[in-house]
């Protein structure tokens, strides 16, 4: 009788153990001593770079350096100050993009992606039948962007979230202004999650004939930042890539932010 509680414990045991993924053993790579913040509601309205930090197959170790641009040119400098000469101007310029050259190699990745156009609609590719979604919301990344007027650069708490083409044929990537995980919360009174945003403005893109995207290739993976929200209460919340979504997580987040939303869009 005890051997057989003894198998009932151990079973039990194994039941409760989670599931390994193909994210477990993947190391992101960055200075320790890296000092860190919580993003402000509405802070990063005029700051550059990409959530997007990795693009390829699976590698045991992968640096924190973002993609600067997918797609889209960076603003132009700064206009020139009143009662600046020329001269001056261009100095202050080029020790400005002298600066930015250095955040890039330092934060920010100088190889460019390659980007194709179709006029096919793609996007019902993209769920989970093709996409696998792990999100480690315990653990902490830095998340780079840069002021466009001062180039200073801010460093943000940010959980990683990789996603991985579980199918066997090459995806498309869209490369629009809102290709980036989405965080949806639960609301207990509809039942539903919707779109939470840590901002009050809205990220608007251009209609053309074309649509944009790079390759996602078998068993290759994409690994974004999505930042932290200031903390408040625990809710239940998932991250949705386009038709794919993770499985359930705890987020604290502030219950302003979520009040404060201009509009819901749910699931």
């Keep these: 009788m005890k051997s057989f509680s003894f198998v009932l414990i151990f079973l039990f045991l194994i039941g409760c153990k989670e599931e390994k993924t193909f994210a477990d053993d993947i190391v992101l790579d960055y200075p320790k001593d890296t000092k860190m913040k919580t ?3 509405d802070e990063d309205g005029n700051e550059g770079g990409e959530n997007l930090l990795y693009i390829g197959k699976i590698k045991s170790n992968i640096e924190v350096k973002y993609y600067k641009n997918i797609i889209f040119e960076p603003p132009p400098p700064p206009p020139p100050k009143e009662f600046e000469s020329k001269n001056d101007y261009l100095i202050r310029i080029k020790e400005l993009n002298d600066s930015l050259s250095h955040i890039k190699n330092e934060y920010f990745r100088n190889e460019e992606i390659k980007i194709l156009e179709t006029k096919e609609n793609f996007i019902d590719s993209l ?8 999100v480690k919301e315990n653990d902490t990344i830095p998340l780079y962007k840069e002021n466009y007027d001062t180039r200073a650069l801010k460093k943000y708490f940010a959980v990683p979230i990789f996603i991985k ?4 044929k090459v995806l498309r990537i869209p490369t629009t202004i809102n290709s980036n995980p989405l965080l949806y919360i639960f609301d207990s009174k509809a039942q539903a999650f919707f779109f939470t945003k840590n901002y009050s403005y809205w990220i608007c893109g251009t209609v053309t004939d074309y649509n944009s995207y790079f390759e996602l290739k078998p068993n290759e993976i994409l690994v974004y930042a999505y930042p932290y929200f200031k903390s408040g209460i625990k809710q239940k919340a998932k991250i949705r ?3 794919a979504s993770s499985k359930e997580f705890e987020i604290s987040i502030d219950e302003n932010i979520t009040k404060n939303q201009n509009s819901k869009f749910y699931e």
Aim: charged residues 15%; without cysteine.
């Design 39 to 41: 993003q402000e509601f």
């Design 127 to 134: 769920s989970n039948k093709n996409l696998e979604i792990i």
């Design 165 to 168: 083409n579980i199918s066997n």
């Design 241 to 243: 890539f386009y038709n």
